[in-house]
């Protein structure tokens, strides 16, 4: 049993960052917690820095894999978690106490993701996603004054962990029906392609438990409250980086450990993706509430990445990675506006954002960029992600759903574009302009301007994770 | 024999699942729940399991549930205050429930093993306790140490989530 | 000019201005308009130069210019021109150049915002008609698409919100069905030839299972379709008309729709069978959009919309003229694109100026304009004339063409398209009559006629363009007919069975 | 004694707590509901696990007890929490976000 | 001197003026009148040359202006006695009406647009004329189409000139529908348009009867709206309310005659068309002069009277075409264009004089205006076709045709036509000239700038015949393409002759007793036949079943029924019902996000239920 603890150098600098940022709080005196942020950036670009060149292989008794897919998934989760820190920062004065926890708690949900990404094993993942969703309950409940907040943790909590249960009881089927818990064993048990009926009632009830994580019906429920109501840096982080955790352990269980079996899931995985740009898209429509607008366009969202799921080809795989970057970068960036125009304005309502480009035109171009780039408008980064994933979901021939997509991603472009009609063609309230601090200013044209380079230059993003898709289905067979 | 044994753990364990859910004072219920997950042990040592009974007794009704009477205890709920115990979707979530499990049901009734078997025989189970105890720091330290985590967070969760002041910090000044 | 990449400077001419503008100080706002004219001005010279130097004799596409993008899927930006493109570069950048002096005088609020979209949106144009790369092609399209949504929402007039987000989703969904079509096609391609690419010109020298071809050319179809607008998905054309101001109007009567039909056109090309199938079709659609937005834009009292159903009438006629995959109708079909873009960019230019000045475009809330008005009165009924298929005007030609290309295949359907132009005459002379003749009223003696250079340029400009081609249709013709012959050919050279 | 009387257990329990978290308003008692539907899964592993001849299942079990103990442990902490901004448990009472 | 320049000329001369020297009426009056006399310059050594060969072989040039495979269009010209004929009477005509106009227009506010839009129309009809194909021809053909509207609406800041504008120009688009498919048909029959080549392939026989008859009726669709033949002639009266010199230069003379013009022009189809499509020719003509004739009785205007005549002479001339008697009609078309031009100035400048052009506010303005009344007088006698003035000539060789070729029925209504014709002609030359005094004001002969043109086209109306006498040499007929059988030849048929003067000296009988003597009072004559009277005022009601049943009834119908289908079906049922159909879906599917917790929950259950049955059933 080897250990080769030196491949899972990057989660333990994270965790040591959790560690001294806890530990910190003992000497800690005062209100702000700005440090702790820094060092959890600091952190995480260390982390980030070991990355490079990271050997791959197996660590940690086997069950840590370290491979290509999830050291870019990793480098997403660091840089969802850099730009989430520093929403943090800017969003500090709302939390009223324990801030040095909040960010030590968004490092260890950290540390979970990526453990999630290098999990091999249905054990290790299934306790890497318990340690991400314990953090975030916390997170989303932290703010244990304000009421939407308490409630939208004991939501998230409920529905967390009935959706757990039912993961779990899934997971405990499909090691019934092949006597091992391991993605490798279990896609060897099922490289013949025969299926039991144990297996059916794993693969079906372990793919709806997942669709908790990455908020696609059934187990979409939570989001759109939990979005509104937990701290804005947490519904953001919610939305990228754990949305990007569920994505990398579907692609692995779906793609690699359950690959043989594609035959069973790819009806199922279309099903909950048509569902889910459905509702998530329609639904969103009549929203008033901007994070909870997010909530339910990441409902449809998700859709679209199961689509790619559904494709269940390297293409596919290939679009999800973009589509995850593409997307977070967006969120993010929309996030981070969204906080700034709370802390000036006090309200996330869409028609509180009326004349938004009169009074800050950095932030209405932030959010227009940003949610545009949500709604898949070219020549943004979105555009180009929605782009791959229909072109894998073509190319498999899932005309079905690529229609309803379609006509999904007319209907995300409605919604998206009242929160733009609200900034551009509506007049303002009043007239005074809101104030960005410079650091927000450069995160928000680096976010604006990495949306605008991936639109209409993403040769090198693609041709990485169609690089990482390829060695990754070359792994698995 | 082992099928009696089964058969009283069994309908014990679904009795008292049945009255967590239906009794209306939580304190009944945590009781209630204390035998159900007393079953659940003795389930596991049919299962030849003794170290998963041991644990399950330890952490359940050793912890989990000190925890739920002790909430139970600190929220002043003796007797149930709410007057309407049952939710008003009563029929239509105990028709989804009942249905999923007829699906269910009839779904694991057609099934049967049919992955290879391991080497654990009943001879080596026997053994049990011991293996585990091993494969837990070689095999599943990753898992091992994650869910050390997990307990670690739980424990500043729920410091954070219900404590309402942070204690002052011996290290700290006397006029902070 | 030898190696100088043509088509990447008229493309970029108006984004390096988008970027200067950028820079550049609100209330500066001659400076503005100066640099939107002179970055206009260069695309329009350099796309008359390409009217001169493409070589007829030679055909093909040229100017190519190649450079890889995304080497993993095949895509590349790799533009080139064939004669129907530069027929439509030519109409891009003279519209866009008569529309920004329209905005001079009509936009008076945000100018620099105003430009950087007018001139996002044609750098948008400008590529899809010299994109040779499908994704490129589509990228191109929703750059055009997507300035739409704040130019009408901010200088719009009346129901601005619901015309440009109806017209952003609509055109938006077009494209996407396309997307997909466009997407099979790639798919379909590569596996036929194990090299994934998007590029148009490899594509199109394969040859696919017709069976496949009729399946992926009714995406393609419909979502250019809906650009044209093929009736029935025309309705966001005349709100958005109506809501847009001029400038926009003119852009997106004049050019837009005509990315459909050229949409359609480059389908016909990639799938000939599939077009071949389809094309029966296509002709019965045209014909409802001849007849029936004919007869909606005659019931209509608003001139705005008026035009705008007139506009999907005649581009019932290119639909037409392209069903009949003859020489005659489809060169027909394109010189139609050409002059019914610049007929209705004038249309809009002039009911834009005479709505910004009286704030009604109600054709009975005026009358004897002609006398307060002459020029804008002659402008006007040049326009109307040309919109009726007047000889000496650009449309006439076109209209011939398509009328007699149309005979061959469909008799029926031409003779509806030929009463199509009584229709046509009756609301135009309507119009004319009700808002230019008869007596003067008293209460439009505020308005004041087109004197001021940049008042008249943008007319006079649009009136030389339909004459000149009227009179010699040749000079286009000519163009025009070098890409029109091998497309022709391709589409007639497959056979269905 | 077949692995499907174990099964059928396991999911007549798991069915029980999933209707206790739909039905009861009391949140403590849907959280141990959730125990229930924790425990009817660690009984299908267990059960695996022994007519499989293999350990994974139980040491999933040990693990899942684990997990099961800490999400309970914050899900009190957000009840308490609960309780002190709302005064009730009663779960039908935390709408405030909806639609 | 090339033959293009009269094409440019006239056009240089329109744009001139445009955009130039608007400003300058004088000179753009000499712009356009040095352009359209320069023409006349250019055409005369043509007619010279044409009367010292008749047999001239046609001169042809050509340039190509739209080359794509499968269809050549040249814009060409084609120089024979036919078109230098046509040549001689719009550039001649052309140029005393220009003058004319300078005297008549004076002090108008639209003096240059007027001359403008005059240089346009020569421009424009000079093309129709020496056009040597189809496609040309149907181009200026639209041109003439607009400047005639543009010269109708004149006065554009009168409602009815604005209507009657808009309305000539939509007939004749009625018209040119048919003139288009003509076209196209033909072009398909021979794959050319080009006259003579079209005339070889028919000739050689290379189209179908059933083609050639088709072709030949959608042809002459277009000639039915220009020359305003039933039904299509109701926007002519009504285009007298352009200016006078309009009148007479495009709805008289010129523009009008174009159709016969046209039909003659391709009389190398009509001459192989089969049987029943001359037939329908020749019927719609005979239709169109006796109900114009009929017509003229219920004018009170005294250029709506003219113009009826002018339909009843159109109609003459296209039931000569459609008898066979090509060169008859040509040759009425050619005096015709004198006389009537002559009767419009003359009305022109008795309107002039009274401002009126009601004949009953008129009588008794011979003394006052000699000159106009001698020469309307002697332009009555020929439109009435005394002997020997022009009309009776061209007039004697129409119906001789119809009664040579064995349309009895046509010669028939031919005459009595001219005996209508001679009774309205009597009534106008009396009511206006003689009786009683009714003019209000003190009426003035006109400057010699418009009675000169007078007097020149009244010696043309009397001695314009000439050529057409039979034994005369060389004869018209000579100068007219010949195609199949007997032509070239007047034949002079007595009886012919003696029974249309006859029933002319009637028609002035009755007319005089009527009108002078008072032998049969008018009043009592229209109360007697109130319904025949009212169906004359009323035009027989067609431009009423037009305006009312065609436009009112099914085209403003057809438009309303569209929009609803429009603006409720599509818009508001379709388009807009879908997205509130997806709003409200919307607006249901959130509600399952209740804030409930436990619904939720049950939803969450509830979805697995679903999803794992649909699993499992499929």
Known sequence: MEMNLLLAVPEFIVLGTAFIILVMEFFMTGGSRKVSAVIGIIGSVAAAVSLINMPVGRALGGLYIQDQLAIFFKWLFLFVTIIVLYITMVYEHKIERWKGEFYSLVMFGLSGMMFMASSADFISFYVSLELVAVCLYVLAAFNTGNRLSVEAGLKYLVTGALASGFLVYGISFIYGATGSTGFTDIAVALMGGDTSIYLMIGLAITVLGLTFKVSSVPFHVWSPDVYQGSPTPVAAFLASASKAAGFVVIIRIMLSALAGVKGEWVMLVSLISGASLIFGNLAAMPQKDIKRLIGYAGIGSAGYLLMAVAAASELGTGAIMFYMVAYSIGILGSFLAIVIFNNSEGSDLIESYAGLSRRSPLLAISLFIGLLSLAGFPPLGGFIAKFYIFAAAVKEGLWALAVIGVIMAIVSMYYFLLVVKSMYLRPPKNTDPIKVDCVSTVVLYIANIATLALGIYPGPLTDWVMNIAKLFFKSTI | ?176 | MEGFPILSAIILAPLIAVVILLFVQERMIALIRTIAVVSTSISLILSFYLLFAYDKALGGYQFIEKIEWVKSLGISYHLGVDGISVAMLVLTSIVIFTGVFVSWVGIKHRIKEHYIFLLLLVAGVFGVFASLDMLFFFLFYELAVIPMYPLIGIWGSANREYATMKLTLYLSLGALFALLGLLSIYFTSGAQTGVYTFDMLAISQLSFDSGYQIKVFLPLLIGFGVLVPLAPFHSWSPIGHAAAPSAVSMLHAGVLMKLGAYGIIRAMWLVPEGAQFWMPWVAGFALINIFYGGMVAMGRKDMKFMIGYSSSSHMGYVLLGLATVNYIGVNGAVLLMFAHGIMTALAFSLIGFVYDQAHTRMMYDFSGLAKKLPFVAVAFAIMAFASSGLPGLANFVAELMVFIGAFKEYPIHAIVAVFGIIVTATYMLRSIRDVFFREPQDKWDHLKDATTFVERLPFVILIIVLMVVGFYPSILVDLINTGVVPLVDKVNASTLG | MTITHYLILSLLLFSIGVAGVLLRRNTIIVLMSLELIFNSVNISLAAFSYFLQSLNGTVFVIFNITVAAAEVAIGLAIVVSVYRSRKTVNVEELDEMRY | MNIWALLILPLASAVIITLLTRKNKDLSSYISIGAVVACFAIVAPYILKMFGDPHMHPEEQAFIWLDIPGLMVEIGTLIDPLSIVMLTVVTFVGSLIHIYSRGYMHGEEGFSRFFACLSLFIFAMIGIVISNNFIMTFIFWELVGLASYLLIGYYYQKPSAADAAKKAFIVNRVGDFGFVLGIIVIFYATGTVNFAEVARHIAAGEVSNGTLGLASLLIFCGAVGKSAQFPLHVWLPDAMEGPTPVSALIHAATMVAAGVYMLARTGFLFAAAPAGAMEVIAYTGGITALMAALLAFGQTDIKRIIAYSTLSSLGYMVMAVGVGGTNAGMFYLMTHAFFKALLFLGAGSVIHACHTNDIWEMGKLYPKLKITAVTFILGSLAMMGIFPFSGFWSKDEVLTSAFTSGHTLLFIMGVFTAFLTAVFMTKLLIVTFFGEKRYHGHPHESPSLMTIPLIILSIFAVIAGVVGIPGVEPSFGDFMPSFGEGHGEHHFNYFVAVTSTIAVFIGIFVGWLIYSKKAIDNKQLAANWSGLYAALVNRFYIDHFYDTVLVKGIYNQIARISNYIEVYIIINFIINGSAYLTRQTGKALRLTISGQLQHYALAMVGGVLVIMMMYVIL
């Open chain 2, 1 to 176: 024999m082992e099928q009696i044994f089964f058969y009283i753990f069994a309908a014990v364990a679904i009795i008292s699942a049945l009255c967590v859910v239906t009794l209306r004072n939580p304190v009944h219920s945590a009781f209630s729940l204390i035998i159900c997950l007393v079953q659940v042990a003795a389930i596991f040592i049919l299962l030849r399991s003794p170290f998963l009974a041991v644990v399950q007794v330890f952490i359940y009704v050793g912890a989990v549930m000190v925890l739920f009477l002790f909430a139970v205890m600190v929220l002043d709920m003796g007797k149930e205050t709410i007057r309407e115990h049952m939710h008003s979707q009563t029929i239509p979530a105990v028709g989804i429930v009942v249905l999923l499990l007829a699906l269910i049901g009839w779904l694991i009734s057609r099934g049967g093993i049919t992955a290879p078997l391991g080497p654990f025989d009943e001879a080596a189970l026997a053994k049990n306790t011991e293996v585990i105890g091993k494969t837990l720091f070689t095999e599943y330290i990753f898992p091992f140490e994650v869910v050390s985590l997990l307990l670690l967070i739980a424990l500043i969760g729920a410091v954070v989530l219900v404590m309402k002041e942070r204690p002052k910090s011996r290290l700290q000044g006397p006029q902070a």
